[in-house]
């Protein structure tokens, strides 16, 4: 963003009849701009301080809207316009310092640029859409409030505390300036088709005291800065070629949360509407506050496309989806437009080998040879019959069916000869099987000095919302479970018993499982098989509707403990213990008897929990 320099600050507060800072009226510059500024003034005095045309549309579509309330709230006639990208951000600091606190934010200078902390940072939604009746319909889970009441914000939302209205700017002059800030935007709603069609915009004006200039940084920031209002060049009616025809309006007031319901003219509970009681709409006691206190943002809106808009807070994010809310508002109008995006992962499931895996996801479809032949400058063949990665050092190519173990730390394969090659296996390096199947050592979170094998599979799943509103969970999506997972001991109150059940599970027969007759006598593969991953083992005994009825009961009917437990045998197994794996798990003695906590040949045994919900 380009640096704003002090005297076009000082020039755009002269022309509104702003305090200037200190020393500025003496300068050069200050003597050589001061008639003509006051001749703008004058003119502008004159002519009432005319409304910009965005404005202007705003005010008259306020004045029929409310026509039958009784009550014209009118919109600032003289604000600081923000003309040029950067003016926020200038106008967010002090002129002379590097730090700005209020109780609504905290603003800092850093060798970045600046960092702005607004006193509140939500992330809930509850109770803070209120719409304003007599305009479009009103969801249901949406706060319907009577039209005087937002009538009666909005005349509030303007006449803010004049500690809010100070510049920082200029907030450590003797006479700070105080006023009003006005920005304008030109949201994108409908993307050129080159060729087809233009692209389409809808008009946005923000309006905010001079305090929360840093909420118009922020919104600038992302949707661009739509130049001063007030020249015809950046009049939407006058290039209606690429205007949706929708103009919306946003005002800051922070205040509104201290006003009470009474003074709005909302009824009392004796009088109040079955759903304004549901919405907490109507008072019983005269001091209580307009959404409890709370912050909310209101709108009003019809199908004439003009939207207005009052949030009662200063978050940021409320800032940004309030925009996002408006043009969502002119794509439904406008049609054939849809603004809200989407959004999801390609998310490849990986999955606990354990100790030792034999990898043989390829079968026959992909051979190491064909990958070369592909791409023959990448991939560079070794003698030992695996390929090194010439773009990525870390990767490494190995043949199909490849062996890996943790226990000799090598990858094996059949040689074509009747043989065996390896290579080692290390930390650090993924090798790939030829149809891209991912294998990699990985350590414990809760115990680095327990690693395991990951299994990556090749193919991607496509978890994708194709549209959806703020809030529906996209980028949840993408997100790594990881955090929701608690580490603890293994453990086994009863050992002998414990592992006796073990051991009847782990000698199964598990080939009849499933529901469909023609899946059965198929999958033949014992639990401690080097065929069948961690993964595998878990899903074959997780309840499914793949599998009969009998099954899942017999499925529910084992401990938990006792099904974590196969698990804790399946990831420590290894083939040289071959039926005798019981002798390595034990348990500590405490006191003379026996613990409860799991080791594996003496050494604690840690695992990974997923967290689920909290006890209250």
Known sequence: MALVQSAEINLRLAQVGLPLLDGFTQTEEARLVAPILARLR???????????????????WLDDYLADTGLAPRLPRRTLVLDEPGLARELSLPFDGDTYASPLLSSYRLAQGVLHNPANDRRTTAGVFHIAEGGLPIPDDKIAVPKPVFARLLELAFSPPEVDKVLPYTANQAAPAACFVSLLLRPLVSPEVPGQVREKRLETRFIVPGGLVANLDFVEGIFGNGGDPYLPENDSSLAPQTWTGHTGLVVLAPHLTKVTKKELGLPHVSQATPRQLRDGAAWEHEDECYNNGQAFKICARDERGVIVTVIADNYFGYCKKEVKSQISYSA????????????????????????????????????????????????HLQPEGHALDGEQPGVVLVPANPYYSLRTLTVSWDDGAGGQASVPLRAGTAYLSPNGYRVEMKQQAADRTQWSLAGTVPYATSCHKPSTVSGGGKSEISKAITDAFIFGNAYAPDIEHDLDEVAQIIKGDFSQRFADPAANGIDYRPILADTRSIGSVIKLLTPSPEFH?????????????????????????????????????????????LGNALRRDGDKIVVNMLRVGFEA
């Not at 004058?42 to 008259?60: F, H, K, S, T, V």
């Open 332 to 379: 439904n109008l406008f049609g054939n437009a849809e603004e809200e995006h989407s959004g999801g992962a390609l998310v490849y499931a990986s999955y606990n080998l354990g100790q030792e895996y034999h990898e043989t996801s390829c079968a026959d479809e992909y051979t190491l040879a064909e990958v070369l032949e592909r791409d023959p400058e990448r991939f």
């Open 42 to 60: 004058e003119l502008c005095r004159r002519l009432a301080d005319r409304l910009c045309a965005a404005d202007q549309r705003i005010q008259n």
């Open 549 to 593: 009825d009998h099954y899942n009961a017999w499925l529910e009917s084992i401990p938990a403990h006792i099904t974590e437990l196969v698990f804790v045998v399946k990831r420590f197994y290894q083939p040289a213990w071959g039926d005798d794996w019981r002798s390595h798990f034990t348990v500590g003695r405490i006191n003379g008897r």
